[in-house]
């Protein structure tokens, strides 16, 4: 199944290969993963190793991350969506993480929420998925404003050890959320959108 939203600015896809050099532009950013536990990519290969991933979760668990482009030109803009949860996070498994990542040009020009929105109610209300749960690092004050706006309570903190592909030391402190069974009333809140599924 091929996703395709459209928000008033953006595009939200799947993620495929013709981005790899959108995605290789944001991970080689260290301030891009500053809050996220992995060091930049080094190389293109790596790149095309993620994106794989990706790729390949759609084929296995039905879902992924999803490309954001910008509408009016067509550029990467980064990622959002839900990935399904393998490993066990904080307790949990098996269940849908929300999260987004966006190349530094793209910050506090709300893009993260108005994507954020939109794949949100497009994946709870269309596709049906849950239980859905996210996490930040603790000091990532801009990413947990962000999960607050888009209607996630804040549950706890705990101690983040990684999945097993991730590339750098663990154990760290992150911050747990999770969306109500029920979406909030998004009055006034809600994207506009259409959706297509092919």
Request: with cysteine.
């Amino acid at each position: 199944m091929s996703i395709y939203i459209e928000t008033p600015r953006t595009i939200i896809r799947e993620m495929l290969p013709e981005d790899e050099h959108g995605l290789f532009e944001m991970d080689t950013d260290p301030e891009v993963h500053r809050y996220v536990g992995q060091r930049p990519l080094e190389t293109l290969e790596e790149c095309r190793t993620v994106l794989n991933y990706v790729r390949s979760q759609y084929v296995d668990n039905g879902i992924g991350r999803w490309s954001v482009l910008e509408k009016e030109t067509g550029e990467f803009l980064g990622w959002t969506g839900f990935k399904l949860m393998c490993e066990v996070a904080n307790g949990h498994i098996g269940h849908y993480d929300y999260g987004y990542r966006f190349k530094r040009a793209a910050w506090g020009k709300g893009y993260a929420t108005e994507s954020g929105r939109a794949s949100l109610q497009y994946g709870i209300r269309q596709l049906g998925l849950k239980p859905v749960y996210a996490m930040t690092d603790i000091n990532n004050g801009a990413s947990r404003h962000i999960l607050e706006k888009l209607g996630f309570r804040f549950v706890e903190v705990f101690q983040y050890d990684g999945p097993s592909n991730w590339r750098t030391p663990k154990d760290r402190m992150a911050t747990w959320y999770e969306l109500p069974e029920e979406m909030p009333s998004q009055k006034n809140r809600d994207v506009p959108f259409q959706s297509f599924q092919t």
